[in-house]
């Protein structure tokens, strides 16, 4: 059994790096303050770009982003495990990867992720997204060795594909971290739902930071950081301010909703229909 504090932070982000930083880093020496042990950043922790030439101006390969390398010194000086949930990363011909990455208590990168489901879609109220066509869309399902257990990595629209939530559970991970710029129209619809669904299904524990408010660029996002037990409950839920939330995690409690409803061991190979 381990036991450990982990901390989610809400965040709004703006366009400019140098300015997100300087709020990453009061919060998240905030949480080390208050005794956390695993401190978790939203989606697009390091920017939310103006428009696409602002993107592509703006975005660094990994190896040059300042915020990459601040977040590691800061892991290393606060000895902790520290999630950047997301980082607007180069990739290749001219377009980006939304990458997770994991630094360990030394500051080094425990592991990395590129979101696999990219968001293009067309919502009812006039909002657009269309990740594809800006995004480089990820290929490998990624767990991440930390001290307290095995963490399994997904980004925001990730969250909609359970399969890929399944197949992290049946490779053993403990936890599942779900970092998030969820539009408010469809965190308000389905945002809990869905991640207490993936948190029963898998009896994972979810971690899910996310940003809130109205951002540099018009965009509005839900908020509602939340921390789920493996038994689907919410231990912890943000609302809507820019804040930080608490949980203190009990790994044990995976084993015993795993043992009460083992529905990982049940799944059974089936045709599609006809």
């Known amino acids: 059994m381990s036991e450990f504090r982990v901390a989610c932070l809400q965040t709004c982000t703006g366009t400019t790096p140098e300015e997100n930083l300087t709020t990453l880093t009061s919060r998240i020496n905030e949480a080390a303050r208050e005794g956390a042990d695993f401190i978790l950043t939203p989606e697009t922790c390091n920017f939310m770009p103006l428009n696409k030439d602002a993107r592509r101006a703006t975005m660094r390969e990994e190896s040059e982003d300042p915020i990459v390398a601040a977040l590691a010194e800061l892991a290393a000086e606060l000895e902790i495990t520290l999630l950047a949930g997301s980082v607007i990363l180069a990739g290749q011909d001219g377009k980006s990867v939304n990458r997770s990455l994991c630094f360990n208590a030394q500051g080094e990168i425990a592991a990395r992720y590129d979101k696999i489901h990219l968001f293009d879609v067309a919502l009812d109220n006039g909002e657009r997204h269309s990740e594809s066509a800006h995004y480089e869309a990820g290929k490998q399902a990624v767990i991440a060795d930390l001290p307290f257990g095995k963490l399994g990595m997904t980004v925001c629209y990730d969250v909609r ?41 898998t009896g994972c524990f979810i971690f ?19 921390i789920i037990s493996p038994w689907g409950d919410v231990l912890a839920d943000a609302g809507l301010e820019t804040h930080i939330i608490y949980a203190d995690i009990i790994t044990q409690q995976v084993d015993m909703a795993r043992r009460q409803i083992p529905a990982l061991q049940h799944g059974r190979p089936f045709e599609p229909p006809a």
């Open 161 to 201: 594909f359970p399969a890929l939530y399944r197949s992290l559970a049946a490779h053993d991970a403990d936890f599942v971290s779900v970092p998030a710029a969820f539009t408010q129209m469809t965190g308000a619809a389905h945002w809990h739902v869905l991640l207490r669904a993936r948190a029963i299904e």
């Open 208 to 226: 899910a930071p996310a940003q809130s408010g109205t951002h540099e660029n018009g965009r509005k996002t839900y908020g509602h950081s939340l």
